[in-house]
């Protein structure tokens, strides 16, 4: 009598060695896929790391625009006889001192700096501060318009500041004067001077940085 091949226990033993290898196999591909799909995620705040180069670049340009011209230095003496940054009309300073950031349009009028950082970032729905970090001083906050965000990038630029460099707008006294030898002493500098010598002409060095987003 013919009939049907009844498979072995043996048979059944590799049907079931095969579909447990397949099946493991299906898991290796999902988790190596789940994987690769972490890997290619975007960075941290949605700014790949190229563009924050790019970034950092055009900022950095911007301050070796603004000082190949003197501006730059001019924009770091521009302080009234309070102490303060002439014509500042921004935000007040957020560490709580005494005194007003520029808005950035009102900053973009008065230096080359505010104008190329304003195009670069403002117009194309980004922003930035702007900071004076003096040596043996304080720091001091030029703009301020947000706190940045967690993908933000820093440039910076360093200046040195001269005795016989004039107090801008109105040009009348020197940094020198201001450092204690005028009468009136309700004109006090915004940065103050390092105290050096006769010999050395140097009223300050600083740090004029750029945080940007």
Known sequence: MVGTDIPSSDDRGQAYTLEGFIGAMVVLMATLFALQSVVIMPSTGGVDRSDQAQMQQEALDALVVAAEDENLSETIRRWDDEGRFEGADGQPEPDGDDYWTYHPDTFANKSILGTVLNKRFNERGGGYNVELHPKGGEKKTVVFQSAPPPSSITASYTVTLYDDQYVVPDREQTLSDLNGSVSN?????????????????????????????
């Open 185 to 213: 002493k309700s004109e006090k500098p915004m940065i103050q001077g390092l105290n050096n010598s006769e010999e050395n002409h140097v009223y300050n060095v600083v740090e004029v940085r750029v945080i940007a987003w």
